[in-house]
């Protein structure tokens, strides 16, 4: 296919003029100056206008963890389209049923815990109904528990449960979490092995329940101001940071004895991005709500949910009509979350992500011998990370990561005398950390074009 490169570049420059115009900023994020356009993608490739592939190693914020144009999955939201795209939310059709029951009976066999599922259109509104339900559940609380470096969304109930300031601060005052250490080993105090730190953290939780003066327990009536823990089992946004084993037990431990419930947002990491279906699974405890969404659909169609256990969730607590959303559980999205959940049950996925991710992890750990810029790398699945540093291997180089992303975007790479690109997402609490989401369909010979790639990004940003 001959394509008209000038044509397509002043294609492009104005569509950018247009958008620079008339689009609101405030939805998107630019990691590039000028932005980048896709045309068209597939399988852990997107393409540019010009044609050029660019290898994907963070799909979508793992919203699309089974590859782009899954032709299994885009072909029942075909199906759909052709038998029930949509019908008003008062109504019944039977994905919506199906799915419920699968991700309800999942759940039945791993906790042995009774519960329900609750549907909406993206993560962000789903965590707004998990903070309905938890303050029902607590007779009107309005605090929180949260994880310092924690992320659960950008409308202003979930931005009050992230850590970021900065995206509250523009929005007034309203009940933000009680943000609490997590174990960054990496960044963490010296001295300490990781299952310590968890340790030490675990502890200084503990301590705010020691007495009435350390500022959240009330010995005397019994009870907690704060009605829930949100976490992250693995850190999203704050840039795949992976806590010790022991960590999730003691916290949970602490929940139990002080009336506070567990609510597990595996929104990113859900769907066996970590080699589990839910992330929560490798740390031992069982969760009271837990909220999913992006890989559900594979990207194909905005929703995602709650599960709940069933003292918290049930008709009668819980009643209709206590959240609502025109497009909540709409029939083309659970009829591809059925089919994601069916083709989970069909395929080893557990090892199959985590044999791709050692391979990926120990491709990084090569890197890492060859560039000192490369600080920490670790990874649980085909959910890793690699912090850009300075050449002291510790202090954080934003800097550097801009440039390597800018580059891969660039689309000027090599690769058996052709152009290609390479794209990347940025992390981290200094935004100096590749957070690595790969497809889960990632092959053995993308994981190691990758690392070549990854070696010509480094090697041209140090070069500057």
């Known amino acids: 296919m001959n394509i008209d490169h000038s044509a397509t570049a002043a294609h492009d420059a104005a569509l950018l003029a247009d958008e620079a115009k008339y689009c609101s900023f405030g939805d998107t994020v630019h990691y590039s100056e000028p932005p980048k356009i896709f045309a068209r993608c597939q399988g852990s490739y997107l393409y540019d206008s010009a044609g050029t592939p660019f290898l994907d190693l963070q799909m979508w914020y793992s919203a699309v963890n089974f590859g782009y144009a899954n032709q299994r999955l885009n072909a029942v939201l075909k199906q759909q389209i052709d038998t029930l795209p949509q019908v008003a939310s008062q109504y019944l059709h039977p994905t919506k049923i199906e799915l419920a029951k699968r991700v309800a009976e999942d759940a039945k066999k791993k906790w042995g815990l009774d519960g329900r599922v609750h549907f909406n259109v993206g993560g962000s509104q789903s965590v707004e109904d998990s903070l309905k339900l938890v303050r029902n559940a607590s007779g009107g609380k309005s605090l929180n528990f949260a994880f310092e470096g924690g992320y659960h969304g950008r409308t202003l109930g979930a931005s009050s449960i992230t850590s970021s300031y900065r995206y509250r601060r523009r929005y007034g005052h309203f009940d933000r979490a009680q943000f609490i ?59 795949y940071v992976i806590p010790p084993m022991n960590f999730f037990k003691g916290i949970k431990r602490v929940l139990d004895q002080y009336g506070i419930l567990l609510v597990v947002d595996e929104i990113q990491m859900g769907f066996f991005r970590t080699g589990k279906l839910w992330s929560i699974e490798h740390f031992g405890v069982k969760p009271d709500v837990l909220v999913f969404g992006k890989a559900l659909t594979n990207g194909l169609n905005p929703l995602a949910g709650i599960w709940a256990r069933e003292e918290l969730i049930n008709p009668k607590v819980f009643p209709p009509g206590s959240t609502h959303s025109t497009f909540a559980s709409n029939p083309l999205g659970t009829a591809v979350g059925l089919e994601t959940m069916k083709m989970l049950t069909e395929t080893d996925y557990e090892t199959k992500v985590m044999t791709s991710g050692q391979r990926f992890l120990e491709g990084l750990r090569e890197l890492q011998k060859k560039h000192k810029e490369i600080g920490d790398v670790d990874g649980l699945g085909l959910a890793l990370r690699a912090e850009i540093c300075t050449a002291d291997g510790f202090t954080p180089n934003k800097k550097l990561l801009d440039t390597m992303v800018d580059i891969g975007l660039a689309g000027e790479l090599e690769h058996n005398g052709k152009k290609i690109g390479l794209v990347l997402d940025v992390g981290g609490y200094h935004k100096n950390v590749i957070t690595f989401a790969p497809s889960l369909h990632i092959t053995n010979e993308e994981i190691d074009l990758g690392m070549k790639l990854l070696d010509q990004v480094l090697t041209k940003a140090k070069r500057g």
């Not at 310590?196 to 503990?206: L, N, P, Q, T, V």
Request: glycine share 14%; net charge negative; proline share 5%.
């Open 181 to 239: 250490e997590f174990p960054y080993h990496f960044r963490g105090p010296k001295g300490m092995t990781k299952e310590e730190y968890g340790e030490h953290c675990i502890a200084k939780f503990e301590r705010l329940f020691e007495t009435e003066y350390n500022g959240v327990w009330d010995s005397k009536a019994g009870q907690c101001e704060y009605a829930a823990f949100y976490i992250e089992p693995i850190q999203g946004t704050g840039g």
